[in-house]
């Protein structure tokens, strides 16, 4: 008996693009179809070519099961807690709360 791995939506930690199959899942679509529908077009997300792989954008699918995009401002997320993301504003209030 095959047992499916349950998947569950974390869209914080989901990446940026996702591989045909990963996608597919996500659509309910085995691999072999995938495959299929790229080569024809016939794929309900947009899908690029990048060298000889493909790659889904995850906006893409989530926008076509109608759900929103993660939340990528640093207002709403607190940033990734690198610094990377916090912008010179943030960085001056938290100096100035911090003194």
């Known amino acids: 008996m095959r047992h499916d791995r349950a998947w569950r939506l ?5 990446p940026v693009v ?9 659509l309910g679509l085995g691999r ?3 495959y299929r529908l790229l080569r024809e077009g016939g794929f309900p997300v947009p899908a690029r070519r ?13 926008a076509y099961l109608g ?4 939340a990528t401002s640093t207002t ?8 990377a993301r916090v912008n ?12």
């Not at 790659?55 to 893409?60: Q, Y």
């Open 10 to 14: 974390h869209r914080e930690s989901l």
């Open 18 to 26: 996702l591989g045909p199959v990963q996608a597919g899942r996500l």
């Open 32 to 34: 072999t179809t995938v």
């Open 50 to 62: 990048a060298g000889r792989s493909w790659v889904i954008p995850t906006a893409g699918v989530l």
């Open 67 to 70: 759900l929103e995009p993660p």
């Open 76 to 83: 709403t997320t607190g940033g990734c807690g690198c610094g």
């Open 88 to 99: 010179t504003e943030e960085k001056a209030r938290t100096v100035d709360d911090s003194t």
